[in-house]
Structures are given as structure tokens and as C-alpha cells.
């Protein structure tokens, strides 16, 4: 613990009386400044203890006033005075100050040098920090043995909290929460949920703190609370939080930031063996989609302990030429995938690929299982990814499903949308599933010679062409449409025959011509 003023003046040897502020005499020492000069506030940082013999504090009342205004409002902590040389007593003016902004005033002595009080108090902050050091070394030593002994995760966050004389918690990559010690804080650190989410967004490391009664924690304990994201490479891989009755000391800081390289070091550490079960698990996926069923089927039982049974659907999800810079989110939502199905035992396949539409990760999960659903939550988080997703199917025909999620993500990516079925992709209009340079490429050269006669001859040839084949081919509700006689749509039509070079008695010519006519409208 740093000196405090009570600490200080419970010293004999200094023979300090206390003529004001008694009852702030608990307040940190940090430094002892000694200055003559009427205003010394530009030189200080708070948190000292000033000494001066008030040569230049003048007699007046406003003027002691207003100095003392001057060091609370510095944050200076105490101000001594030394008697016997400019002042044989201290001024009543000055202790009334004092009593009235609560700064603890010291009446020093002749006989006691400042310097004196300069080296009790650098004495007893070598001693603070000595401590300091001795006590985060011996807390590094003891963290490191339970990081390296069986659960170490969990016995890192109980020795932290049973350290800080609070409580801590550890959350996923996902913000689920998955250890807290003591069991009591279960409730206080599922209340962190909104603040650890906003973590989880920000780059890693990262750090949150909330003092006394923070916003969402509804609790008649008013800690003080610190989040921290744990991750080497800008991915947080999960989130420590700790819970203290006051705001942590120095000491305690370092204690949390051993704890927080250790958890750090033991999540990358997982993730590299974690990265060596991806791979594993990608393969396996790769031999479903080629139908090598029943060898996926043995090598899984050994490795994962058994493969997706039930109906499954594939999930492949890309970003857009556009969104390049999104990609890393592809890796994220593979994690969240893999936490959500790690957190209710549910098998999943998970593989990432670069192919000639830029990069892909595939999920192959139960149907409206819990990795599924993760799935569909966290691609509307990230701008830019979008995800195509099969209709149910078995097992034996993820191969057909894989096609199935490819065609749907393809339409996604067209429409900018978040995520799309293979349900809806036979569900609506055909526009949405071709390529939109192609269509709007298409249009312009077949109606070119239509929308050039429409700029220097009369007659509008493209709107006649619209109503005619919105009726289909009904002359007189066509006309009607237009407001104009059926023989001058009729010639209309047959000025369009004589520019295209093509019979509107031809099916496929009016459709052809109904669908440039609509590109242009989407």
C-alpha cells in the first residue's frame, strides 16, 4: 500500500500536528514537493504533499485563499507549513481554507527538516514498490504452475480471482461465457454480455472498465470491473473480465496483465492445434462432397468422434469482389460456428478454400441445428459476407447440396443481400439469378435500334413494345394502355419487325424481348 498522510504525521520522530483536514488524512502520498513560489501548481501532478515555509503567501486572507484553492484544485493531497521562520504560527486564515476545501493542513515544526519528511515518504514508497514487485512475481510463479497443470484455463481464472480478492470470469471468442470463479459471480459476469460483444467488435487486445455502478450491471454490489480481450493477431479468441470491491492497485494490475499473457498464450497455443483439426476436418468434408460417405464416416469416429447425422445442410459463405477487405471475416465466422456447435455437442464439418470467385468457407451442419443457426446470426454482423445455404438433405447428398449452397451464395452476392436459401432461388423471378453485366449488355443491343428510332422519328416504338407484350398481344387493351387507335399500334409493331430484323410471332423473340424490356427496370 502507498504512504498515506496518516501515515505520515502517525510518525514521532517528525512531531507533525494536524490543524485541518482530519478527516481526509487517508488520502495517497505520492510525491513531497517543497516550493516557496505563490502559485507552484504548474510544477505538480497531484497527489503530493507540498511543504512550504509561506514566504511569499502574503498576509492577507484572500490571498492564503486563494492558494489554497490553487493546490485542491492541483490535487494535492496535504500541504505542510513550516513555522519558525517566515511565520511563527500558522495562519488561522490559512487553516480556516483549508478546513473549508477539506485539505488536510500540517503544522511542521523548526526542529523538523523537510527533508526529513521527503525521506520518510521515498522510503515508504521504495517499500511500496519492492512489494509490488515481490508480490507480482510470486503471482506470476503461481498462475504460470496452474496455466501449466491440468485445466489451466479455469485454474488461471480461479487463482486470479482468489489474487485480486474478487472475482473473474472467461468468455469465448463468441462472448459466451465459460469459466468464472467463485461460482457466486455467475450472474455478475453474465450481465458483462453487452460489453464484452463490443469488445469482440474492436480489434485485439483490447480493454474495457467499468467503475462503481456500470450501465447493464444491475446489482446492488457497485464493482469495479475490467474486460479484457484476449489475441495475438487482431482476432480476439476470447475475453477476461474481473470483478473488485475498489479500483485495482498497481500491484493487482500486474497480476491481471500475467494472467492475461498466460490465457493469451494458452488460447494461441489451442488455436494452433485447433488449426491442425480444421485441416483434418476440411478433408473429411471434401470426401462427403465426393461422396466417400462411409471412409468419412471411420476416419471421423476416430478423429471428431463421429460425423453430422440427421439431416444436414451445406453453407458456403464468400464475399464480393467489392468487399475484399472482408475476408478475414470468413475466419470469424468459422470460429463462431465451431464455439456454437462446441457449446451443445453438436458435429460439424468446417473447410476454407480459395477458388477462382475468391474465398469460401464451407460449413456442412444439422439442419436448423445450433452451428445453422449461428451461421445465419453472424453473417448479418459483417458487412460484406454474404451465405448461400442448401435445402435439407441427407448425409449421402451433401455433394448435390454443396451445388445447391453455391448457386444460392452466387445469388446473394449478385443482390448484395445478407444470405440466401436454395428454396427462395427457384422461388422468384429469373432476373436475380443471371449476371447483371450480362443482362444490361444484352438489353442495350437488342433494343439499341428501337430507342435510336424513338430519338429522331415520331412514335414511341419501346413503349408500345412494353404494352403490347404486357397484354400479350391483345391490340385493343394494348391501345387502350397507350391511348391510341389499334391500327397505329399495329404499325407500330410492324416498324419494330422491320428494325429488329426478327417476327414477333416467334416465341422465343418476345421473350428474349420481354426480358431486355425488364432488365431495365430492375
Not at 116 to 145: D, G, M, N, P, W
Not at 460 to 468: C, G, M
Request: one cysteine or more; hydrophobic letters at 45%; charged letters at 25%.
Amino acid at each position: 500500500m502507498p504512504p498515506t498522510l496518516a501515515s505520515v504525521v502517525r510518525n514521532t520522530s517528525l512531531h507533525l500536528t494536524v490543524l485541518a483536514g482530519a478527516d481526509h488524512l487517508e488520502r495517497p502520498v505520492r510525491w513531497v514537493h517543497t516550493s516557496e513560489l505563490d502559485d507552484p501548481t504548474p510544477f505538480l501532478e497531484g497527489g503530493e504533499l507540498l511543504l512550504t515555509t509561506g514566504i511569499k503567501l502574503g498576509r492577507t486572507a484572500a490571498r492564503l485563499q486563494a492558494y489554497v484553492h490553487r493546490l485542491a484544485d492541483a490535487g494535492v493531497v496535504g500541504l505542510g507549513i513550516g513555522v519558525g521562520l517566515s511565520h511563527t504560527e500558522v495562519p488561522q486564515a490559512l487553516v480556516d481554507a483549508a478546513a473549508q476545501r477539506g485539505l488536510p493542513l500540517l503544522r511542521v515544526p523548526e526542529p523538523t527538516p523537510f527533508i526529513a519528511i521527503s525521506k520518510v515518504v521515498s522510503a515508504a514508497l521504495a517499500a511500496e514498490q519492492y512489494e509490488a514487485v515481490t508480490t507480482s512475481f510470486e503471482a506470476q510463479e503461481e498462475l504460470t504452475r496452474a496455466a501449466l497443470g491440468k485445466d489451466g484455463t479455469t485454474a488461471v481464472v480461479r487463482r486470479l480471482a482468489a489474487r485480486l480478492g474478487g472475482w473473474a470470469a472467461l468468455y469465448d471468442g463468441s462472448g459466451a461465457l465459460s469459466v468464472v470463479a467463485p461460482d457466486w459471480a455467475a450472474r455478475r459476469a453474465g450481465r458483462l454480455a453487452a460489453e464484452v460483444d463490443r469488445l469482440r467488435r474492436r480489434p485485439a487486445p483490447s480493454s474495457a472498465a467499468l467503475q462503481g455502478r456500470a450501465p447493464g450491471i444491475d446489482t446492488a454490489d457497485e464493482d469495479y470491473v475490467v474486460v479484457q480481450s484476449l489475441g495475438a493477431d487482431r482476432r480476439a479468441r476470447g475475453f477476461l473480465a474481473v470483478g473488485t470491491e475498489d479500483r485495482i492497485t498497481p500491484t493487482e494490475r500486474y497480476v491481471l496483465n500475467a494472467a492475461v499473457a498466460l490465457l493469451t498464450l494458452t488460447l494461441e497455443r489451442s488455436r494452433e492445434l485447433r488449426q491442425a483439426e480444421e485441416r483434418m476436418g476440411a478433408a473429411l468434408l471434401r470426401m462427403v462432397l465426393a461422396g466417400e460417405v462411409a471412409t468419412a464416416r471411420q476416419v471421423a469416429v476416430g478423429l471428431f468422434g463421429g460425423m453430422p447425422e440427421g439431416t444436414i445442410r451445406v453453407l458456403v459463405a464468400g464475399v464480393g469482389a467489392a468487399n475484399a477487405d472482408s475476408a478475414e471475416s470468413l475466419g470469424e465466422l468459422g470460429d463462431r460456428a465451431e464455439q456454437a456447435g462446441a457449446r451443445v455437442g453438436e458435429k460439424l464439418l468446417v473447410a476454407r478454400e480459395d477458388g477462382a470467385h475468391g474465398p469460401r468457407l464451407m460449413v456442412l451442419a444439422l439442419d436448423n441445428g445450433a452451428v445453422h443457426r449461428a451461421c445465419l446470426g453472424a453473417v448479418e454482423e459483417h458487412e460484406g459476407l454474404s451465405l448461400g445455404v442448401s435445402a435439407p438433405a441427407a448425409l449421402e447428398e451433401a455433394g448435390t447440396a454443396h451445388a445447391q449452397a453455391e448457386r444460392a451464395l452466387a445469388v446473394a452476392l449478385r443482390g448484395g443481400r445478407r444470405s440466401v436459401d436454395h428454396e427462395e432461388v427457384g422461388a422468384g423471378s429469373l432476373l436475380p439469378l443471371l449476371g447483371e453485366d450480362a443482362v444490361t449488355a444484352f438489353a442495350e443491343g437488342l433494343l439499341r435500334p428501337l430507342r435510336d428510332h424513338d430519338r429522331t422519328a415520331r412514335g414511341d416504338l419501346v413503349a408500345s413494345l412494353r404494352a403490347w407484350l404486357s397484354r400479350h398481344g391483345q391490340w385493343d387493351a394494348a391501345a387502350a394502355d397507350l391511348g391510341v387507335h389499334r391500327h397505329t399500334l399495329r404499325y407500330r409493331m410492324r416498324r419494330v419487325e422491320e428494325l429488329l430484323g426478327r417476327s414477333l410471332d416467334d416465341t422465343d423473340v418476345r421473350m428474349e424481348l420481354w426480358l431486355a424490356l425488364r432488365s431495365g427496370e430492375e
